[in-house]
Structure formats: structure tokens, C-alpha cells
């Protein structure tokens, strides 16, 4: 399988299955060649483009690849569907907090399936993990137990839950949500043990457990304090 981080700053993924190509996230406009070319590389359609949340830097070449592509499946949490279209409101369940980041004004395109928790997608499971914004989802490739986590956590600037500023790296934690609400997705992705950490800003982690809980912990109590996180066995 190719497990192909794209376009840096903010990445995107292919998962590889036997036929054919789901794209993980689309970037910015300008990743719309990258994305294309890469496909012909591997060899293989892109039949489903998945979303890990509605932010700008996530759905940029979503519009472009639909055209390319019109058969293309396109995937988001039932929460975040509103949010690609543009409306902002919240739930009365949901914490009263302004969604924050540069949610999409001028996606035309429309996600054919709303996700829920749990739900599979060839390979991948579904997975809520709110926080970052209302719907986030991150996904999990049951092959491998390969995670991309979208921002949930990043690794750009250093490990951290989605949030927690990183001076190298604010922009996430600036387009966080909120961030209890992440705190507990990203303990929730640790109980995952995933053997790879594949986040949309930054290098991907093989074996990140110790990382994401060193996270989480630093997130919590400041670092090196308090009771560490353990995962569940
Ligand atoms: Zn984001």
C-alpha cells in the first residue's frame, strides 16, 4: 500500500486498496496537481475523498478533484457537513464556543456520505474525534493500524493534541474549537495504540504512543507533572 503524505505544509494521504485510491483530505487549490499526479503514479483511480474536518487548508482542492473527477465519493462526519458548506451555527448540545479557523466560503462541492462513528470505508474506520472542530474524524487503516488523525494532534513543531499551542507551529491550536472537547479525542486516538501517527501538519510518527501520551500529559498538567496517561489495555 502507499501511505504518501503530500503536500507540506498541510498534508493529504492516499490509502492504497486493491482497486483503486481514497484520498484522505485535499489540501489547498494548489495541491489539485499534486494529488492528480501522484494517482497516475500508484497507478490507480481516486474513487473516494474522505475529509478529516471542514477547515480551508483541508477542502482546497475538493471543487477541482470533484470536476476531475465526477465519480468520486466524497466523505465527511454528518457534523462537519454543515461546516463545508459554510454555516457555522452550533447544536444546542454543543459547547457555546465560535468554531474557529478558516471555515470553507466557496466549496461548491456537497459530501455524498455523512459519517458516523464506526463507520468503515474499504479499509478505514471512522473514527469521532471531535474537538478541533465539532466533526472532526480521524481514521484508522484496520490493515495496519495506520492513523490519520487530520488535526487532532500535529507533529509539525512538535507532538502536540490539538490546542496546545507550539510557538513553531501555532496555526492549529489557533483553529481549535474546543479544546476539552480535544482533549478527549486525543486520549480517545491513544486507546487506538496506532503503529503510525499520520496528522495533517507534520512528518508522520512511527510508534507514536509514548509521543501522543507525552502529549496529552503535557497538554493536561504542563510538563512533567501530574498522573501520566495510560491506555487502556
Ligand atoms: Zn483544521
Given at each position: 500500500m502507499?501511505?504518501l503524505?503530500?503536500i507540506?505544509?498541510?498534508?493529504?494521504?492516499?490509502?492504497?486498496e486493491?482497486d483503486?485510491?481514497?484520498l484522505?483530505d485535499a489540501?489547498?487549490p494548489f495541491?489539485?496537481?499534486?494529488?492528480?499526479h501522484?494517482a497516475?503514479?500508484i497507478?490507480?483511480p481516486?474513487?473516494?475523498?474522505v475529509l478529516?474536518?471542514?477547515?480551508?487548508?483541508?477542502?482546497g482542492?475538493l471543487?477541482?478533484l470533484?470536476k476531475?473527477?465526477?465519480?468520486v465519493i466524497?466523505?465527511i462526519s454528518?457534523?462537519?457537513a454543515?461546516?463545508l458548506?459554510?454555516?457555522t451555527s452550533?447544536l444546542p448540545?454543543?459547547?457555546?464556543?465560535?468554531i474557529?479557523?478558516?471555515?470553507?466560503?466557496k466549496?461548491?462541492?456537497k459530501?455524498?456520505?455523512?459519517?458516523?462513528?464506526?463507520?468503515?470505508?474499504?479499509?478505514?474506520l471512522a473514527v469521532?474525534a471531535?474537538?478541533?472542530?465539532?466533526?472532526?474524524?480521524a481514521?484508522?487503516?484496520t490493515?495496519?493500524?495506520?492513523?490519520?488523525a487530520g488535526?487532532a494532534?500535529?507533529?509539525?513543531g512538535?507532538?502536540?493534541?490539538?490546542g496546545?499551542l507550539?510557538?513553531w507551529?501555532?496555526?492549529?491550536?489557533?483553529?481549535t474549537?474546543?479544546?476539552p472537547?480535544?482533549?478527549?479525542?486525543?486520549?480517545k486516538?491513544?486507546?487506538?495504540?496506532?503503529?503510525v501517527?499520520?496528522v495533517g501538519?507534520?512528518?508522520?510518527?512511527e510508534?507514536?504512543?509514548?509521543?501522543?501520551?507525552?502529549?496529552i500529559?503535557?497538554?493536561?498538567v504542563?510538563?512533567?507533572?501530574?498522573?501520566?496517561?495510560?491506555?487502556k489495555?
Amino acid at each position: 500500500m502507499s501511505f504518501l503524505p503530500k503536500i507540506f505544509p498541510v498534508n493529504c494521504y492516499f490509502v492504497e486498496e486493491n482497486d483503486d485510491l481514497t484520498l484522505i483530505d485535499a489540501g489547498m487549490p494548489f495541491s489539485f496537481k499534486g494529488i492528480v499526479h501522484m494517482a497516475a503514479k500508484i497507478g490507480k483511480p481516486i474513487r473516494r475523498i474522505v475529509l478529516t474536518h471542514a477547515h480551508e487548508d483541508h477542502v482546497g482542492a475538493l471543487d477541482a478533484l470533484r470536476k476531475e473527477f465526477p465519480d468520486v465519493i466524497v466523505y465527511i462526519s454528518g457534523r462537519d457537513a454543515p461546516l463545508l458548506g459554510g454555516d457555522t451555527s452550533l447544536l444546542p448540545t454543543e459547547p457555546n464556543v465560535p468554531i474557529r479557523g478558516s471555515v470553507p466560503r466557496k466549496v461548491t462541492t456537497k459530501a455524498d456520505v455523512f459519517l458516523r462513528d464506526g463507520d468503515r470505508i474499504k479499509s478505514l474506520l471512522a473514527v469521532d474525534a471531535p474537538g478541533h472542530t465539532p466533526g472532526s474524524m480521524a481514521f484508522l487503516d484496520t490493515r495496519n493500524n495506520i492513523l490519520i488523525a487530520g488535526d487532532a494532534f500535529q507533529t509539525r513543531g512538535g507532538v502536540a493534541v490539538s490546542g496546545k499551542l507550539k510557538p513553531w507551529f501555532p496555526f492549529p491550536a489557533m483553529a481549535t474549537w474546543h479544546k476539552p472537547t480535544a482533549l478527549e479525542s486525543a486520549k480517545k486516538l491513544c486507546d487506538l495504540r496506532p503503529s503510525v501517527l499520520a496528522v495533517g501538519h507534520g512528518i508522520m510518527l512511527e510508534n507514536p504512543l509514548a509521543a501522543m501520551i507525552k502529549a496529552i500529559n503535557e497538554w493536561e498538567v504542563g510538563p512533567n507533572l501530574g498522573q501520566p496517561h495510560t491506555t487502556k489495555e
